[in-house]
């Protein structure tokens, strides 16, 4: 069921989002060759924190897995998602997805975005440009009278032309009450199908595009998301509503 939000509830998940975009900006400054994806995770708790705010990951759990230990998700090279922070330190040449959610006032905002440590190679450099294209290309669908199959088949045409893979296994979900609500938002997929988009809804929208095979596999750890080829896969996300007709980015600072 699709949760229909009042502009009350719009401004406290905008609130959250907020905060997001913030702590995303933040552990994007700190992101360099040397530091651990654990330090960023301490930086990124207690930005967090400090604003009265819950991060919204930190014990999350799913079937089969422990509950997942970190605020950020820290996910580098061939991880495409669900990276746990960790003391491995981030080299020149990675690229590093942070993805952050947050929770205040039993609102929720989610977003990501990819970094390059230090200098990446061209392919890696394109993989991130065309990433976070395909992002604003499918908010742009989210349109009222729309549907969400006209935002995935916008990313996928793009990314396909790109000559870049999609992730199947995961997809973009409505947010805001709950961390993960009603619709599931694939990255690809056939237009004019799937839920007509309508005023009031606030979804995230999270291309995850591979280098390589868009087959994955889960990691030892149980939440790791990595590519079968471990070839690279980049990441980025925004919580989005749907106010007077038109798409508004909410995780923004
Ligand atoms: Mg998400």
Redesign the pocket.
Known sequence: MIIIKSKKEIDFIRESAKIVAETLQLVKRYAEVGKTTLELDKIAEDYILSNDAIPAFKGYSQAGSISFPGTICSSVNEEVVHGIPSNRVLKDGDVLSI?V?VEKNGYFG?A?LTVAIGTISDEKAKLMEATEKSLYIGIEQAKKNNRIGDISAAIEDYIISKGFSIVKDLC??G?GKYL?EDPQIPNFGRKNSGAKIKNGMTI?I?PMINIGTDEVEIASDGWTVITKDKKASAHF?HTVAIINDYPEILSVS
């Open positions: 993805d959610g989610d990501a973009g979900h947010v993960h995230a999270e996300e």
